[in-house]
């Protein structure tokens, strides 16, 4: 069983950064493939990125601005969001999958969910 815990979420300006962390309790944090979804009103959770075998990778509509990193050591993901725009606003769900080589980017993957934490990006 694993838990996972979203912080750093909140209110920023078009063009600002938020960095997401996600603590994990449980054990073998490094053997889970870990990922970032979101979930804006009215729409379908959707992938933001992941991290599995130690490779990164990213939703088309955040490449280049966001930046998935993992400290196995801490238990902890981070989604790092920079030049953050209006159409960023949406909860944002840290993921869990066991077995560290699958990518996570679908959410019918997932064995563990978060709880989310807001982002509003302001225009």
């Known amino acids: 069983q694993v838990q996972l815990v979203e912080s750093g979420g909140g209110l920023v300006q078009a063009g600002g950064s938020l960095r997401l962390s996600c603590a994990a309790s449980?054990?073998?944090?490094?053997?889970?493939?870990m990922g970032w979804f979101r979930q804006a009103p009215g729409k379908e959770r959707e992938f933001v990125a992941g991290?599995?075998?130690?490779?990164?990778y990213y939703g088309d509509s955040v490449k280049g601005r966001f930046t998935i990193s993992r400290d196995n050591y801490k238990n902890t993901v981070y989604l790092q969001m920079n030049s953050l725009e209006p159409e960023d606003t949406a909860v944002y769900y840290c993921?869990?999958?066991?077995?560290?080589?699958?990518?996570?980017?679908?959410?019918?993957?997932?064995?563990?969910w978060g709880r989310g934490t807001q982002v509003t990006v302001s225009s």
């Open positions: 993921a869990a999958k066991w077995g560290n080589t699958i990518r996570v980017i679908k959410t019918t993957l997932i064995d563990y």
């Open positions: 991290t599995s075998g130690g490779s990164p």
């Open positions: 449980g054990r073998a944090f490094s053997s889970y493939a």
